[in-house]
């Protein structure tokens, strides 16, 4: 079983991100998002490795979390980033989601002040996809240079 953890975890680090050494950057180009226990471990090792982040595509989902743990003046967009926000959910047995109302305002709080601002003149954390792009986005995160 760990095993298979270390596998999944290194393919969604080979899917999420592309890192080149020379340039020291992180680069997420596109991300679904998925189960957040991965997304936590990656980005802090991404925090810890002092690395910029170009968002270049659709950030989703638990993708968006790099926003709650990698400092924000490391963090860049392109024009083409997209981060979508939705509430908090888990999937049963019978794959059936269900609203996890605690965790969405844990996740809500943990977004820097710009983001949760900008989720809650939206009507806030739900089921619906908030996507944040363009000049709200540039608003709030530079564009990369």
């Not at 189960?35 to 990656?42: A, E, N, R, Y």
């Not at 810890?48 to 400092?71: F, H, K, Q």
């Not at 980033?81 to 305002?105: I, N, Q, T």
Request: hydrophobic share 45%; net charge positive; proline share 6%.
């Amino acid at each position: 079983m760990r095993r298979a953890a270390l596998v999944q975890a290194l393919m969604l680090a080979a899917t999420l991100l592309a890192s080149t050494p020379a340039s020291a950057e992180i680069r997420i180009i596109q991300s679904p998002g998925g189960q957040v226990g991965p997304f936590l471990d990656l980005f802090e090792k991404v925090r810890e490795s002092g690395e910029r982040v170009v968002i270049d595509g659709p950030c989703l989902s638990a993708c968006t979390l790099v926003l709650s743990i990698v400092p924000g003046e490391r963090i860049c967009v392109t024009k083409r980033a997209v981060l979508g926000f939705h509430a908090a959910r888990s999937v049963d047995r019978r794959g059936r989601f269900y609203a996890e109302p605690e965790a969405s305002v844990a996740v809500l709080a943990a977004y820097p002040g710009p983001v949760r601002d900008w989720i809650s003149r939206r009507g806030g954390l739900s089921s619906r996809l908030l996507l944040l792009k363009g000049r709200d986005l540039t608003a709030i995160y530079p564009r990369c240079r």
